[in-house]
Every structure is written in C-alpha cells, then in structure tokens.
C-alpha cells in the first residue's frame, strides 16, 4: 500500500485526531451521492488516512485519493456524464475501432469494454498508479474462477478500478495478469472491513439500494435482476456490519434510481443530498466520543 506523499493546500485538514477512513460501496449510478460525502470531509477539514472502494466506489475513491476535491467531482460529473450530449459523445469515442475490435473475445450482445469507456470519461487528474495517490486506497475486485475478492493496493491503478466498475451482464471482464476480474461488488458491496484497525473512524457509504416499485406489481426482468442482487449485497453488507462494524454507516436515498440511470447525475445529488447533514451529525458523535 502506498503512503500518502504530499498534502493538498487548497484544503483545510484538521490536525488533531481521531483518525478516519473511508469505504465507498458500489451500486452504478446511485454512487454518484458519494460526492456529497467527498464534499462533507472536505468541509469540515478531514483528510482520510485510507480510503476503500468497490464498483462506482472505487471510481469515487481514486478520484478522491488522486487529489480531487468533492467540488472537483462534482463539477466534472456534472460537466461528463450530467450533460447527455456530452455524455453520449464520450461513448461515441469509446466504441469499438473496428469489426476485428467489436469482435474481440466473441459476439457478445450487451457488454461493453469498460476500460475503454472509462479512458473516456475518466479526468487526467486521476492517477495511472497507486503509487501516485495522495491517499492510500484499496481496490475491491472478483476474480471470477478464482471465486474470491481480490484487494488491489499497487501497480497500475486504471485497470484495477475498471475491474471493480465491470458489472455482469453490461461490461466485459476486465484481464489482470491473466485473471478474469468483475464487478467487486459482488463479494464485498461496501469494503469497510478493509479498513478495520486502519483508523479511529471508519465510514462506509451504502448506495446499493433496495429494489423500487410498486408492491404487488411484478417487475420488470431487467428491474429483476438488478433487484435481486441488490438484495443479495445487502445481506453481504449486513453479514460484515456484524463481523466489522463500522463507525458510521451511511445510506444516501438513492433506492428510486437505477443501476445505469447515470443521466440523472443532477437529480440523484438532489435528492441525496440529506447525506450531508447526516453524516455532521454523526461525525461530530464520533469526534465527540474521542475527547
């Protein structure tokens, strides 16, 4: 795991203990409310010792261990993705060159190269390894026949966060040294166990979500996937709260939007905002608690 190697001066960091790490938890779009948290330590001066990230997660967590400040984020998710226009022309240079590119690794109807698209969409600042960080981060990968959680902590850091962000089923599988990886939400939603005994406060942040709709009403097969393994996280996530408590665990209101609706980045912050206030309060507990 890397140290961290510089300070930013352009944030205020408070000096005093406790101590406190991060674990942002994956679920699509819905971890575009882990800007809100981003911004909250911002404010109130606190720079985590560690950072942890699976799916979107580890997205918003090397984003934050590059240097990025949540306001940062915020206005580049809001100037990429936030904007369709832009949004869709981003994709458009992350298609496929070719037949002979398209083609690679078989016909395979719905999935898309995620290392490509993120070379899109990804900003410069993020950095290419994690030896580069500012902040140590761990990066929760699955490898798929290994049947196990992988935790990437060195080497190239692109390719690791495009492993954790390959959902089943929407993005190919992401090859790292010969290993099959996806998604790293499957095996661990929300990595606050990878922090524990790390710092005095460890915060995850749950935006997996529940499955939404109208009870009685039968689901889409698309919203039945996706629903299912939700709950599925969820009773991971719940299992590990006991094993590895964290401090404070976060849940952003996120449950009424999908796992792709990345389009409505304005509306999810809005309507996750109430996070903020939230996690003050509990903050300030938890500082409390340490005097």
Same mark, same amino acid.
């Given at each position: 795991? %890397?140290?961290?190697?510089k300070? @930013?001066?352009?944030? $205020? &960091?408070?000096?005093?203990?406790p101590?406190v790490? =991060? ?12 800007i809100?948290?981003?911004?909250t ?12 990230? *699976? *799916? ?16 940062e984020?915020r206005?580049?998710t809001l ?13 458009? /240079?992350?298609r !496929? ?10 016909l ?10 993120? @070379?899109?969409f990804l !900003? ?7 030896e580069?960080?500012?902040? !140590? +981060?761990?990066i929760m &990968?699955?490898d ?5 959680? &992988?935790?990437c ?6 390719? +690791?966060?495009?492993? %954790? ?10 090859v ?14 929300? $990595?606050?166990? /990878? ?5 005095d406060?460890?915060?995850?942040v749950? &935006? ?5 709709g109208?009870p009685?009403? +039968? $689901? ?8 299912a393994?939700?709950l599925?996280?969820q ?15 976060l849940? !952003? ?5 999908? =796992?792709l @609706? ?7 912050? +809005?309507?996750?905002k109430?996070v ?5 309060q509990?903050?300030?507990?938890a ?5």
């Open positions: 795991m %890397s140290e961290t190697s300070a @930013d001066p352009g944030l $205020p &960091v408070r000096s005093s203990e101590t790490a =991060v674990a942002f938890g994956g679920g699509g779009a819905r971890g575009i409310a882990h809100h948290v981003i911004e330590l911002d404010a109130m001066g606190i720079r985590p010792v560690a950072i942890a990230g *699976s *799916s979107i997660g580890a997205i918003m967590g090397a984003a934050m261990a590059s240097g990025m400040s949540g306001e984020i206005a580049y100037e990429t993705i936030g904007k369709p226009t832009k949004a869709f022309s981003r994709m458009w /240079q992350a !496929p060159r070719g037949v002979k590119d398209a083609m690679e690794g078989g395979r109807l719905g999935q898309f190269n995620v290392e490509r698209i993120l @070379d899109a !900003p410069d600042t993020v950095a290419r390894n994690f580069d960080l500012l902040i !140590p +981060a761990k &990968v699955t798929y026949y290994g049947h196990c959680e &992988v935790v902590t060195k080497g190239e850091l692109r390719p +690791a966060i495009a492993a %954790s962000a390959a959902i089943p089923a929407v993005f190919k599988p992401v790292i040294d010969g290993t099959v990886m996806i998604d790293g939400g499957i095996f661990n939603p929300v $990595p606050f166990d /990878q922090l524990s005994g790390l710092a406060i460890v915060i995850g749950d &935006v997996v979500g529940l499955p939404s109208i009685g009403q +039968a $689901p889409t097969t698309v919203d039945m996937m996706f629903g393994s939700q599925m996280m009773s991971i996530i719940e299992m590990k709260r006991r094993a590895h408590p964290p401090q404070i665990l849940r !952003p209101e996120v449950h009424q939007f999908r =796992v @609706d990345f389009l409505k980045a304005k509306e999810i912050l +809005a309507e996750s109430g903020t206030e939230q996690l003050k509990d903050l300030d507990a500082f409390a608690f340490f005097k």
